[in-house]
């Protein structure tokens, strides 16, 4: 079983920056697959960036450029840099743990709400 803690949500104006926190229990961090994952008021969740085992990151097209997911397994946690932000990103914010292909280790944090508002 693995925990997830999300921190770093809350308001900020368009243009601002936050930066999301997610702390994890794994006994093995590094061996997780980490994502963020974020959903607007009224839409479904979706992706919004990873990073595998390996380092590789991948991104969603809406917040390529101005967010950066990066990790420290040291410390058994993931981070979502955002930058230039928008309305439109104004959403729950998750973070996620797996272990592809391993479908049962999928692991969820209760979120952390970012509100982008002028």
């Known amino acids: 079983q693995v925990q997830l803690v999300e921190s770093g949500g809350g308001g900020v104006q368009p243009g601002g920056s936050l930066r999301l926190s997610c702390a994890a229990s794994a006994s093995i961090f590094s061996i997780y697959t980490m994502s963020w994952y974020r959903q607007p008021p009224g839409k479904q969740r979706e992706l919004v960036a990873n990073?595998?085992?390996?380092?590789?990151?991948a991104y969603a097209s809406s917040v390529e450029g101005r967010f950066t997911v990066s990790r420290d397994n040291a410390k058994k946690m993931v981070y979502l840099q955002m930058n230039d932000l928008r309305p439109e990103d104004t959403a729950v914010y998750y973070c996620?743990?797996?272990?592809?292909?391993?479908?049962?280790?999928?692991?969820w944090g209760p979120g952390t709400q970012v509100t982008v508002s002028s």
């Open positions: 990073i595998t085992a390996n380092y590789g990151t």
């Open positions: 996620n743990a797996r272990r592809p292909p391993l479908i049962q280790y999928d692991y």
